[in-house]
C-alpha cells in the first residue's frame, strides 16, 4: 500500500543517515534497482512446482538469458530466474515456502501455495524508462510500486506467451476444434509436438525453421495460440496437474 510503502521509505532514510552520516540524503543518491514482487496464490504447492517447471521451457528471447540453467546444484523445480544484462531486466520466479524454510531458516508453510513473481529493474537507467525520471527516489519508488502489476503486464509478453497450459493430446484437440485453416492448424500441431519433443519453445522454432518451415508460418502459428488462449509449451505428460491458468491471469 501507498502507507507501507511511505513508512519502508521513512526508515530507509534514516537506516542511510545512520550509516553514512547527514551528507547522504535518500533522494540525493543514484537509485540503480528497484525489484517489482507479486505473491501468488496458485492453489497447490504441486502448481508452485510446475509453473516454475514450465518458465524453463517458456520462450525466452535472445537477448534474456536463462541463469544456471545447466547447473545441476539449482533445483530447477524451486527456483527461475532470467537476465536481461544489457538492458538491466530481469525476471524471477520461486517457491516462497523453499526461499523462507531453506535459505532463510524461517517456518513457512503458510505460504506453501505461493508463486514469488519479481520483475526487476537493475539500471538506473532502465528504471528510468518505466517511471517520470523528473521524480525524486522517494516518488519514483512508490509510483512504481503503485503501477507495479501494470508493469508486470506490459513486460511479460516479451517473455512468455500467454495462455492457459495444458497437456499435449488435450492442447492439439483444442486446436483442432478452434482453427479452421488446415495449413496454419498442422503448423500449430507441429509446435506443440516439437516444444515437447525439444523441451521448449525456442529451440522447437529453431528446430522447424532449419526443416525449412518459413518463419512467418511459425510466427503466426505461436500468434494463433495466443487467440484461442492456449499456451504453446504444453505439461509434461507425467505432471501431476492436467491444466493450469495463464500466469497473466493473476496480475489481473
Not at 5 to 30: C, P, R, V
Not at 130 to 150: A, G, H, V, Y
Request: proline share 4%.
Amino acid at each position: 500500500s501507498y502507507q507501507e510503502a511511505s513508512l519502508a521509505i521513512q526508515y530507509a532514510e534514516i537506516m542511510i543517515t545512520e550509516w553514512l552520516g547527514d551528507k547522504f540524503i535518500f533522494n540525493d543518491l543514484h537509485l540503480c534497482r528497484v525489484d517489482l514482487c507479486v505473491n501468488v496464490d496458485v492453489g497447490s504447492p504441486e502448481n508452485v512446482t510446475q509453473y516454475i517447471r514450465q518458465l524453463y521451457k517458456t520462450n525466452m528471447r535472445r537477448s534474456f538469458k536463462i541463469r544456471g540453467q545447466k547447473n545441476p546444484d539449482i533445483n530447477k523445480n524451486a527456483r527461475f530466474t532470467a537476465t536481461n544484462e544489457e538492458e538491466g531486466l530481469e525476471l524471477a520466479a520461486y517457491n516462497k515456502k523453499h526461499q523462507l524454510e531453506e535459505e532463510l531458516g524461517i517456518p513457512a508453510q503458510e505460504h506453501e501455495n505461493i508463486l514469488r513473481i519479481e520483475f526487476r529493474l537493475k539500471k538506473e537507467s532502465t528504471i528510468n524508462k518505466f517511471t517520470d525520471s523528473s521524480l525524486p527516489n522517494d516518488e519514483k519508488i512508490i509510483d512504481l510500486i503503485q503501477r507495479s502489476k501494470n508493469i508486470m503486464l506490459a513486460a511479460l509478453p516479451m517473455l512468455l506467451p500467454d495462455g492457459d497450459y495444458y497437456k499435449l493430446n488435450n492442447a492439439i484437440n483444442i486446436v483442432h476444434d478452434r482453427i479452421k485453416s488446415y495449413t496454419l492448424r498442422d503448423c500449430m500441431e507441429l509446435v506443440l509436438r516439437m516444444t515437447a519433443n525439444k523441451h521448449g519453445l525456442k529451440s522447437a522454432r529453431k528446430a522447424m525453421r532449419k526443416a525449412g518451415i518459413s518463419p512467418n508460418l511459425i510466427s503466426n502459428a505461436i500468434a494463433a495460440f495466443n487467440n484461442i488462449g492456449v499456451n504453446p509449451v504444453t505439461l509434461k505428460k507425467n505432471a501431476k496437474v492436467k491444466f493450469l491458468p495463464s500466469f497473466y491471469k493473476y496480475l489481473n
